[in-house]
């Protein structure tokens, strides 16, 4: 209950963040792929690896790249255009 009261917490930052002009797509994504990346390292250290690899592949699907590092996961966006591209 809390992970989705925090995930509408965050889809409703980023609607705001969509009507003020937010400066980057990184900025407006940046709390949703941080959630994201942190259901991700809670799946991993407790072995459901097909839920991380699941949740990477969705990330990856939208164009944010994940590089796993021994300081923890970071992500960047390989290509803008990747996140508006209709399915």
Do not use: K, Y
């Not at 839920?51 to 969705?58: H, L, Q, V, Y």
């Amino acid at each position: 209950d809390q992970a989705w009261a925090q995930l509408r917490r965050l889809m409703s930052q980023l609607g705001d963040a969509a009507q003020r002009g937010a400066r980057s797509p990184e900025a407006v994504l940046a709390p949703l792929v941080e959630l994201l990346l942190e259901l991700r390292r809670g799946a991993r250290a407790e072995r459901r690896f097909a839920e991380a690899d699941r949740i990477r592949e969705c990330l990856s699907q939208v164009g944010v790249e994940v590089q796993d590092t021994q300081e923890g996961a970071r992500w960047s966006l390989r290509s803008s255009d990747v996140l508006f591209q209709e399915a």
